[in-house]
């Protein structure tokens, strides 16, 4: 028995998800939804547990980082890339959060989902999601890293069009496996590139190696800098960001644990998971990390202003999950990268909790979405209510709710930012409090419209009913750790606050203060330490009010004067329209790419080059051929003096060329002896 | 390892036995006669597994030869010999032949004993070609496999069966002639047919006894055989026979077509472009490589707006032996050794996907998408084995497509990184394309009342498509298997034709800022793989060196 069992057999954590999507998918057509069940929360449960074990023992051994290769998947040259799973500090943060949210998704989906069709291949899909995803994060890798990267692309793709049979579900899941496609083209090349520079893709031997070299000046497209660019267009993809985000709101086509799990917990957080796990290479391509604070932010702000006037209560959230994800990658930008990790943590609490609390609402409402047709709700589903209104609280960012603690190291970070200049830091700070503004309206909106005021749907034919336990259980759970996930990170000189979660981190992210050299940071002195800590309230502070704010805003709108938006929506018709249709980006998209590419294709190319153009010339070809075939066939006359007509001419023809032919007749002779 | 003897010849002829006792079969027993082909096939399938034994890993050169005088003037020798890229090139024909008999047993009624004659003839020629060492030899069962090909297509095709079966052959015949001409061309100038010889004489220096070429007769020459093969692969734009002999073939036809004949002419530039016009293929390699990812982007988009499902399926595999072109003209062993496992994961996954397309046509007689549409509903099991095609065929890790494609576009970007990122455009293509179509098949409601009725996979269906999807998985994840056993061969390859880098050779060295600019020296030294059967005369002519 080797001294720490599930490190040395770490592989079963994933396996296990993936054994509980085989059985659930081959022999689960036939079973009762109970035995579909135990395979699918037994296999997730004891993976969850395996992966606690695990984190245990990397803990008692004292290590800054555990690795171990299992078998060569492909090898060929100097290139190898391994089944090697490793742990440390960022991977621990991430498996946990995989198993443990997605074992409490998959309780719920046993409720939300009872009465479904096809729920053996939905639970088979969920499980083989979790397996990829903890492919994902547990690769040593980048190549692994990507085996899990296109895999959680595939169940995505499954799950959104988890409902077939109608168009725009099919619709939805392929637009995103497509979408992923672009940005895994630039995560390839990404690849390709570090392993031309360094002659490998695992993680320690490249970072090694990648750690003597100096960083790529600030505006200079240097081997680094176009690496990260090259990773940070996958992270784009998977992780929504601009201009690659079209998919997610699409993706809510899924039922609504997927979209908790995969499109607002997980799956859309491994781009932001990459970043943070190639910090050696970003943190040396300031110019690299300049543009992912940059998107960040934008996309931050743009998704957020979408998410002002949405009416279906899915498609707020998918636009508030966009926004936050432009959150984190704001953090990795620059340079936070534990509080970017810390927020997809926090996150992955609150937003879940969100989703799945939505889910509850439209499992109340039979299938409604529209937040226009609700109205009144709180005292009707009362648990529910106070599950999402505690989510709401937390992603609005009030003390001492998780999203507070998360966003203002964030915001912090955005204030003090020094790649491209102290005015660059300011405006990142600027829009993220803007964003932080809009998100607590948002917010609000969603929670008045639909538990206040009055009721705007038909009693008799909607009967509201609360969710049964299964249900209810994961969404307490997670609005526990809504309120207390937050306190892991809150700042030392808050009473209770021990800035646990950075000094966590601190073995993963260390390096960048080692070895940027375009960041010397150095111990602040008492007095500085204590001007920042002033800061750090001053700007919590801020913070806060603008949350209040926000919130005080959708109340006026949405309690007090419930015509009032309407109106407001009349009297700023184009800019509500733009908003509304989402400025019009797919149709953009569709225009100026989809249509362009398949008329091009259909008329130019197949139509054109290949039947009219290559296939027209071979045909012709063969034509000429057959036609100077029927024009030679008169020559076989069998006429013999027309034959000997042709004798004299022939051999006229072949002393002429003997005799005449400046380079042929030598040949022409020899030929003949 | 295997010993000598007779093996390959057993392997090439074997099935012409089973062929010849067919002939003398009753015509009308047809279970009796597809039981027997069957059998045939799969002995021969057994029997070639064993030939990994034979080619152990790491050993470069030939191995289990043959070496009989046929043909006394000209100087013509029935010579064999297998090495790791054929090896694995022959096992997916003997692998890919029994499933099209399978494939076959219920959609071929009439003629049934010819039918499963000519396929066995076609596996005598496509292993022939595979195992072939002597260039007179090897464009016999090049022009041999032609013959069962064109009847497959002109007499069990569909409507348009012997336009397809004329324009194939004569197609691939105005390459093999100036393919004749370059053989006849080297026999005049070296006396021999035999390839390892003619090879060797070609790297030696003339005051050695070698030839030398001229730079243009080497381009010339390189054309003659490149352009036989070019259109086999079918290179752009010499591609247009493919989609008419495609859609017109019958099932087993396509899967054979798909699976393995395209294969032999991206073979031949390895075996043959390569080796013996290392300077000509060096300069040709841009032009190569502009047609072969204008073939990945071109085989795609075309793809993508097929309304006809079968020929969708053959414009993508226009794309997908444009990677594996692009692999082999890149000249780095990743690369190369990429392209090998490309046409092997091709052979299988595109293989399965003319498998699945035939098994709609047999239910619904059409290959037209707009017929289809809403399938899932009635047959949920097919659905998902063309789902995990699909897959495979996108490229998705963890299944064969990846492996492939992954390390063609990873060896092309370390040579020429404009190359690789262009021909990885075809990764997102081929997302499209495939997903689009899946869609339109089998997602939705059902939009003919015909469709809602369809059975899905029978039992022999669903035997055929395990087994094709576990060999997909297992190429996806034990790529080492055979990885391992092609890269001696493929080394020598890309030995001959350009020497290696040092810093690419085993491990790589760079622990330090500025040391990438150690390039060019050359520290390998060339090796033609050997051939113990030409040793003897070899040395005869060159004399102890």
């Not at chain 1, 912090?412 to 309206?441: C, D, I, P």
């Not at chain 2, 062929?19 to 015509?27: D, I």
Request: aromatic share 14%.
């Amino acid at each position: 028995m080797p001294k720490y069992p599930m490190l040395e057999y770490l592989w079963i954590v994933p396996l296990l998800p993936l054994l509980g999507s085989a059985v659930n998918g081959i022999f689960g057509a036939k079973w009762p939804n109970k035995i579909i069940n135990w395979v699918a929360i037994g296999s997730t449960g004891l993976s969850f547990l395996g992966a606690l074990e695990a984190v245990r023992e990397f803990f008692e051994s004292g290590r800054v980082l555990f690795r171990k290769e299992f078998f060569t998947w492909i090898a060929t040259g100097n290139f190898r890339a391994g089944f090697d799973l490793q742990m440390d500090q960022l991977t621990v943060v991430m498996v946990l959060v995989v198993t443990g949210v997605g074992w409490l998704i998959h309780i719920y989906a046993t409720g939300y989902m009872a009465h479904e069709g096809g729920y053996y291949r939905f639970f088979s899909y969920l499980n083989l999601f979790m397996f990829f995803m903890l492919i994902l994060v547990l690769a040593a890798n980048y190549v692994l890293l990507f085996v899990g990267w296109e895999g959680v692309g595939l169940s995505s793709y499954l799950l959104i069009g988890f409902y077939f049979l109608r168009k725009s579900a099919a619709d939805a899941g392929k637009k995103a496996f497509i979408v992923n496609r672009i940005g895994d083209f630039g995560f390839m090349l990404g690849m390709f590139l570090l392993f031309k520079t360094f002659g490998t893709l695992d993680f320690v031997q490249l970072f090694a190696k990648a750690d003597p070299w100096p960083a790529d000046a600030m505006g200079h497209l240097g081997t680094f800098t176009i690496a990260c660019l090259l990773l940070f267009m996958g992270a784009c993809g998977k992780s929504a960001q601009l201009p690659l985000y079209v998919w997610l709101p699409d993706a809510m086509e899924g039922p609504t644990p997927v979209s908790a799990l995969i499109h607002a917990a997980t799956m859309v957080t491994a781009g932001v998971y990459v970043v943070a796990r190639s910090h050696m290479l970003f943190s040396r391509a300031p110019t690299a990390m300049l543009a992912v604070a940059i998107v960040g932010c934008a996309t931050a702000f743009f998704a957020a202003t979408i998410g002002l006037v949405q009416t279906d209560i899915k498609k707020v959230l998918a636009y508030s999950t966009v926004s936050q994800l432009g959150y984190m990658f704001l953090a990795c930008g620059v340079g936070a990268f534990s509080a970017g990790i810390f927020h997809l943590m926090t996150h992955a609490f609150f937003k879940a909790l969100l989703f799945l609390a939505a889910g509850s609402v439209i499992h109340a409402m039979g299938g409604e979405q529209d937040m226009l047709r609700m109205g009144g709700l709180s005292k009707k589903i009362r648990w529910t209510y106070v599950t999402m209104l505690t989510a709401t609280l937390a992603i609005a960012g009030f003390p001492p709710f998780a999203g507070f603690f998360s966003k203002d190291s964030i915001l912090l970070s955005a204030f003090q930012n020094e790649y491209g200049g102290r005015n660059v830091g300011y405006v990142l700070y600027g829009f993220g409090l803007v964003t932080a503004l809009l998100t607590a309206f948002y917010m609000f909106r969603l929670i008045f419209l639909t538990f206040h005021g009055k009721q705007r749907y038909d009693e008799h034919h909607v009967h509201v009913h609360e969710s049964p336990n299964n249900m209810l259980a994961p969404l307490m759970i997670l609005a526990l750790l809504s309120i207390v996930g937050g306190w892991l990170a809150a700042p030392a000189f808050l009473p209770g606050g021990t800035d646990y979660f950075a000094k966590f981190l601190q073995p993963v992210f260390s390096p960048i203060y080692r070895s940027a050299e375009f960041r010397v940071l150095e111990p602040l002195s008492v007095s500085a330490e204590a001007e920042a800590h002033s800061l750090e309230l001053w700007l919590a502070g801020i913070a806060v009010v603008v949350a209040l704010a926000g919130t005080v805003v959708a109340y006026w709108l949405y309690r007090k004067r419930p015509g009032k938006p309407d109106g407001l929506a009349k009297s700023m018709k184009p800019a509500y329209t733009t908003l509304l249709n989402k400025y019009y980006v797919d149709e953009l998209y569709a225009a100026a790419i989809v249509k362009p590419l398949l008329w091009i294709s259909t008329n130019v190319l197949w139509k054109g080059a290949d039947v009219a153009g290559i296939d027209g010339a071979v045909n012709g070809i063969a034509e000429g051929a057959t036609a100077l075939g029927d024009g030679v066939r008169h020559a076989q006359s069998g006429n013999t003096r027309s034959y000997a007509v042709w004798v004299v001419v022939g051999a006229l023809v072949v002393i002429a060329v003997i005799f005449f032919w400046p380079f042929g007749g030598k040949a022409v002779v020899g030929m003949v002896h | 390892m295997l010993h000598g003897g007779h093996l390959l010849s057993v392997l090439i002829f074997f099935p012409a036995v089973g062929a010849l006792a067919l002939l003398l079969l009753r015509g009308d027993d047809h279970k009796f006669i597809r039981i027997i082909a069957l059998i045939v096939s799969l002995a021969e399938f057994l029997f070639s597994l064993l030939m990994i034994r034979a080619v152990p890993v790491g050993a470069a050169g030939y191995h289990l030869e043959e070496y009989l005088k046929w043909i006394n003037q000209p100087p013509i020798h029935y010579h064999l010999g297998v090495d790791g890229i054929s090896l694995f090139l022959m096992i997916l024909t003997t692998f890919l032949t029994p499933i099209s008999i399978l494939a076959s047993w219920k959609s071929i009624e009439h003629r049934v004993k010819e039918f499963f004659v000519m396929l066995l003839m076609l596996e005598v020629g496509v292993v022939g070609v595979f195992l072939s060492l002597d260039l007179f030899l090897f464009f016999l069962f090049w022009e041999v496999m032609l013959i069962p090909m064109a009847f497959l297509i002109g007499i069990w095709g569909h409507e348009r069966r012997v336009y397809a079966a004329v324009k194939f052959v004569l197609y691939t015949m105005a390459g093999s002639i100036l393919m004749l001409v370059g053989i006849i061309w080297l026999y005049n100038a070296t006396g021999t047919f035999d390839l390892p010889t003619i090879q060797t004489l070609l790297h030696t220096p003339a005051s050695q006894g070698g030839l030398e070429l001229a730079p243009r007769t080497e381009m010339l020459l390189f054309l003659a055989f490149f352009l036989a093969f070019a259109i086999k692969v079918p290179l752009f734009p010499l591609h247009t026979w493919l989609p008419d002999a495609h859609v017109e073939a019958p099932t087993a036809g396509s899967v054979m077509l798909a699976g393995v004949l395209l294969k032999m002419g991206t073979y031949g530039m390895i075996r043959f472009c390569l080796p013996l016009f290392p300077e000509a293929s060096r300069r040709a390699a841009g032009w190569v490589a502009v047609l072969a990812i204008i073939g990945i982007i071109y085989g795609a988009l075309v793809a993508m707006v097929q309304p006809n499902l079968k020929k969708l399926v053959a414009y993508s595999s226009v794309s997908h032996l444009g990677f594996v072109v692009l692999g082999i003209f890149a000249f780095h062993n990743i690369s190369m050794q990429g392209a090998v496992y490309q046409m092997l994961a091709h052979g299988i996954s595109t293989g399965a996907l003319f498998l699945l397309v035939g098994m709609l046509y047999d239910r619904r007689h059409t290959f037209e998408i707009s017929e289809y549409g809403g399938l899932a509903t009635p047959m949920p099991k097919l659905a998902a084995f063309f789902l995990f095609v699909a897959l495979s065929s996108l490229g998705l890790p963890m299944l064969n497509g990846f492996v492939g494609e992954y390390l063609v576009l990873l060896g092309t970007y370390q040579r020429h990184w404009g190359w690789a990122t262009w021909a990885a455009l075809g990764v997102i293509l081929s997302a499209c394309y495939l997903l689009w179509s899946y869609q339109r098949v089998f997602f939705g409601e059902i939009t003919r009342e015909k469709n809602r009725t369809l059975p899905d996979a029978s039992a022999r269906e669903k035997w055929i498509l395990a087994t094709v999807a576990v060999v997909t998985l297992w190429m996806g994840i034990g790529s080492t298997f055979i990885t391992k056993r092609t890269a001696a061969a493929a080394q020598d390859v890309i030995d001959q034709v350009e020497p290696q880098r040092p810093y690419e050779a085993a491990a790589p060295n760079i622990v330090a800022p500025n040391v990438l600019t150690t390039d060019g020296a050359t520290t390998r030294a060339k090796q033609i793989p050997s051939s113990a059967a030409t040793k003897v005369a070899l040395t005869e002519r060159l004399g102890t060196r």
